[in-house]
């Protein structure tokens, strides 16, 4: 009992919050594959932006909050001029050269900011400092914090997919875009915001996370390849497969981390996606055709 | 079998090479430089089999790079001296990888292909990065170098020059036996993949069997190119393995120019000596003007990011392909497309 308590449920707790907060970025980079066909490499690097945006909006304003309302929307900018000068003349051709650009994008995004920030680590301090009493555990408040903001945010998400007539007609973009052109809707600007809504997402959870994480220049690169899994793993386009997925991947990285090293986490992780590509190419909730 | 012409520009350009050495601005800095300019070369254009003629992009070569690199290393450290044994041995251990990686990976297509040896090759870079019997994140170092014949032991000859010429050697073989190879009936085939992979395999074709043997071959060449890089280096380090080298060895195939095997060569010397000479004048000029010289660093990745970007969005073919389409120089019969022109 004193295991459950003193180890075990923290564990789990961390990898609760850390896999909604993984669910965030995933779920842009679903949503970017499914609707424009491109896996976003730089996706990381608008998560990292939006670290480091929320860094100079604090100095600026000392406060973590409005931080959290300006960087993802200047990453959202960001995202949207990228959207329409590099990605927007590619969608005629092979999905993999949009692989190849946002390689490039990445790079170009990471060095940048290398040449503002330096390439030093910084860190963002917690908002809500201290911590509370919990199921007998004590626990900080900021990642409960940061649990229910992602919670909310994924169920906001949830209800403008379903609810709100722009989130259905990015479904449908996703579903057919080409009848969806047919049928009167301006499709660029369905791309160009929907992939700054991706951008600002990926901000947020970069920012959410600052103040747990150290922020450097490379923090996208470490990232993006656990997204990656999770967007495979719970089926590439498949949204609600992508949080699934985020919260196993989160949970299982921080309970296989109580018995193994980073090493064997890290293989038995890539065992699990290769495996799961092996048996079900689709993932869990994957669609057929796409890509393939 | 149709017969392989070699254009003459090729056997000019291998004759500069050669020579080069003798120029006396070719110190020991630069021999070094051009070794690795050049065993880049040959990684890019194991790569361009992939990419530029099968329509495969491979996220995980820097695996392949590694997995040389390694067993050069390990054997180098236990007392194994003979360069033509280390790279026997690469050819082996990376091969039976390949083999490995490609039996899984040719199941799909596309992006899940390129994400399968992406993460095919992060297993291998998880695995030397935490593994203390091969030094950890610290690598392999303070290694001895290799002997090319038992009889001349290592310090005989002056170390840059032997390395370059063997360097020079080994993309020779890797450029004819690549030329030969995609003028053959076989690397037909892979252009047929390339074009449309259903029409092969009704043709009668194992197309399965085709991509296996191409990823096994371009992984070789890159393996062995891998395997040569500790004899310059002295070391081998996880570095090597990561991700993003795959993505930078990528990087050169399309600077240079996507299905043309030359132009990866010139991609790959060119992000070579762009790297060294801004990482090394970079941080200079920053410190002169009062700036951070830190931030210098990265300098040439932000240099070959911006330059990749232009050249996805501008010059799809490259630089090859820019130069011959301003008629520079006559098409080949038959000249190559990018990779998976049509779907």
Known sequence: MDYVVAVLLPQMLHGLVFGAALGLLALGLTVIFGLLGVMNIAHGELFMLGAYFGIVVIALTQSFWVALVVAPVGVALVGALLEVFTLRPLYKREPLYGLILTFGLALTLREIVREVWGGDMRRILEPIAGSVPLLGMIYPKYRLFLLGASLLLLFGIWLFFTRTRAGIIVRAAVQDAEMLDGLGVDVPRVFTLTFAGSAALAALAGLLLAPIFTVVPTMGVEMILLAFIVVILGGMGSLGGSVLAALIIGEAQSLFSLWMNPQRVAIALFTIMILVLIVRPRGLFGREGVLE | ?343
């Open chain 2, 1 to 343: 079998m149709s017969s392989t012409r070699f254009g003459w520009r090729v056997w000019v350009v291998f004759a500069a090479l050669a020579v080069l050495p003798a120029f006396p601005f070719m110190t020991g800095y630069r021999l070094n430089l051009a070794f690795d300019a050049l065993l880049f070369g040959i990684v890019a254009m194991g790569l361009d089999l992939l990419m530029g003629y099968t329509g495969l992009v491979s996220f995980g070569h820097a695996a392949f790079l590694g997995l040389g690199a390694y067993s050069t290393a390990i054997l180098l450290e236990r007392g194994v001296r003979s360069l033509w044994l280390c790279l026997l041995v690469a050819i082996v251990v990376v091969g039976l990888y390949a083999l490995v990686v490609g039996y899984f990976a040719t199941t799909r297509r596309g992006i899940y292909f390129a994400l399968l040896t992406l993460i095919f090759a992060e297993v291998v870079y998880t695995f030397f990065r935490y593994t203390m019997t091969f030094g950890g994140s610290d690598g392999i170092q303070g290694l001895e170098a290799a002997w090319v014949l038992p009889a001349v032991p290592a310090s005989a000859i002056d170390s840059p020059l032997k390395n370059y010429y063997t360097v020079l050697v080994l993309l020779l073989l890797a450029y004819v036996a690549c030329r030969v190879l995609t003028d053959s009936h076989f690397g037909r085939v892979l252009i047929a993949i390339r074009e449309n992979e259903d029409r092969a395999r009704f043709l009668g074709y194992n197309v399965r069997r085709y991509k296996m043997g191409v990823c096994v071959i371009s992984a070789l060449l890159t393996g062995v190119a891998g395997a040569l890089y500790p004899v310059r280096l002295a070391n081998a380090t996880p570095d090597l393995l990561l991700w993003t080298v795959s993505g930078e060895a990528i990087v050169m195939v399309m600077i240079g120019g996507i299905g043309t095997l030359v132009g990866p060569v010139i991609g790959g010397a060119f992000f070579i000596v762009l790297q060294e000479e801004v990482s090394t004048y970079a941080p200079k000029i920053y410190q002169a003007v009062g700036l951070s010289a830190d931030k210098g660093v990265g300098l040439h990745f932000l240099i070959i990011g911006v330059i990749l970007v232009l050249i996805v969005l501008f010059m799809p073919k490259g630089l090859l392909g820019a130069v011959r389409a301003v008629g520079l120089r006559r098409p080949r019969s038959m000249a190559p497309a990018p990779a998976g022109g049509s779907e």
